[in-house]
């Protein structure tokens, strides 16, 4: 019997080769490896969220500790801006004092800085309107700058009281604090007022009526009201409506004029003394009688003569003298 010849084996019956043991271990550790990571990316998942729930349900140290800070802020704001009205109190009372004690004390008017008192801008808090905290700094800000003015005011007001003080006796007999003519010499008490809206009685337009006219006789006396050094005389001519005229320069700011006199009796760079005689009343200038216009100058700017007359007068009588003052007829300026 002849034999069968062997069949060529099949290749895909051929066994596998057995694997060995260092790939099957190293197979084993990438997937304990690649287990332990997902374990390790859903657990911080996990983790994350419940933070996140949590920290919307509850507070975190971190955000207690952030609540407790701002709200520490917002306390010191407010205890800042409390301190700062308390300042500001004090400031105004030492203002009070200022006009109503040193300025009576030294005769001198109260100090005007309208500049001074007005508001800032808008503009200026605008880059604080963005902060979280604005409602809290923007009052804070305005409360200081006002108190800042506040302080410029009265600090300004202090360094022009200083050298009066230095010099208070030489000061107190220079302010003018007398009446310029002899009071029984008045025409019935005729006292026209010191007006900066007045009704011009000739060019029937308004006017400033910046002194006090007296009416009074032609020839009657006139007197300096302070100690001054004589700065201006005019004894011809109209001068702008003044006619025959006399300035004084008391120094401290003060300066004196007596206008529409009949005669001058003192020369520029004479110095004269409280109650000296400088002229005579008249009806020279722009004037319809005989009278003194008498004004009182104070940095350049007029003020009312009445407020200096007779320093120790009663309020009574202050009453009564406001109370005769009219509106002038005696002349235009």
Known sequence: MTPHAATPADPGDRPTPPRSASGSAGISLRLRFYRLLRK?????????????LFSYFFYTPKMYRIHRDTRELMIRYRILQER?????????????RDRYVYRTLFSTDTLAMPAVWQEYPEAKYAPMEEDPFARLMIPTWKLLDGWARELYATSVSFDEL????????????????????????????????FNPRRFHPILHRIQPHNGVDFGADRGTPIYATGDAVVEKTQAAGY??????QVLLNHGFGYKTRYAHMDRVEVAPGDTVRRGQQIGTVGNTGRSTSSHLHYEVIYKGRPVNPINYFDRHITEAEYERLMAQLRETKYEAM
């Open 40 to 52: 390790i990316l859903l657990g911080f998942i996990a983790v994350s969220i419940i933070n996140v």
């Open 162 to 193: 200083q050298p009066l003080a230095k010099d208070k006796e030489k000061m107190a007999s220079a302010v003018p604090a007398l009446w310029p003519i002899d009071r029984k010499a008045l025409h019935g008490n005729h006292i026209g007022a």
């Open 239 to 244: 001068n702008g409506g003044f006619g025959h």
């Open 84 to 96: 700062i009205r308390t300042a500001r109190q004090r400031t105004e009372e030492i203002r009070h």
